[in-house]
């Protein structure tokens, strides 16, 4: 008779331990999962929730990786603001910035600095002549450098880097 008893209390038992044990290995999942994001958070300087209100800001910060996506996303807004506030004017900015894009056949560049160089006031002939432009350099640079120009030859005819009197010469014999 006891060993029915002992045996109906185990029985009963066994599941109440089975569901403590269960929600102790809840609770340390939970606990490990908190201790991942602390960590995480502590090498990237943001939480889960941070991070997702910091991809919700721009479309262009999922981009970068967590841990430089704050730093990457201010030095992209201060490169910007050469477009509108640098030396040289928004729409001839971003003339060059089409040129660039072309010279290097990035095809999100060049929707986006067409898209902008047009809203800075850029005719649809100013971007032709921009990626011309692009296109001009990079052939003569082809030539240039297939036919081994040289840079000391360049810079005879250009007149670069010669002293005063070799000018003075040249000059003369012109």
Not at 82 to 91: L, Y
Not at 168 to 173: G, R, S
Request: with cysteine; hydrophobic share 50%; proline share 3%.
């Amino acid at each position: 008779m006891m060993n029915k008893f002992a045996i109906a209390a185990l029985a009963f038992l066994l599941p109440l331990t089975a569901t403590a044990g269960k929600a102790d290995r809840k609770a340390k999942a939970a606990k490990a999962a908190a201790a991942a994001e602390a960590a995480e958070a502590e090498q990237t300087g943001m939480t889960d929730e941070e991070y997702a209100a910091f991809v919700a800001a721009s479309p262009f910060n999922a981009m970068y990786p967590r841990q430089v996506g704050p730093a990457a996303a201010e030095y992209f807004g201060e490169f910007n603001k050469m477009f509108v506030d640098g030396a040289i004017p928004s729409k001839e900015a971003r003339l060059a910035a089409i040129a660039a894009s072309a010279a290097i056949r990035c095809e999100y560049c060049i929707t986006a600095q067409v898209h902008l160089a047009k809203k800075a006031g850029a005719s649809d002939d100013e971007v032709k002549t921009a990626i011309q432009i692009a296109a001009e350099i990079a052939r003569f640079s082809i030539l240039l450098y297939g036919n081994e120009f040289g840079q000391d030859r360049l810079r005879t005819i250009l007149k670069i880097d010669q002293p005063a009197d070799a000018e003075a010469a040249t000059e003369a014999t012109e």
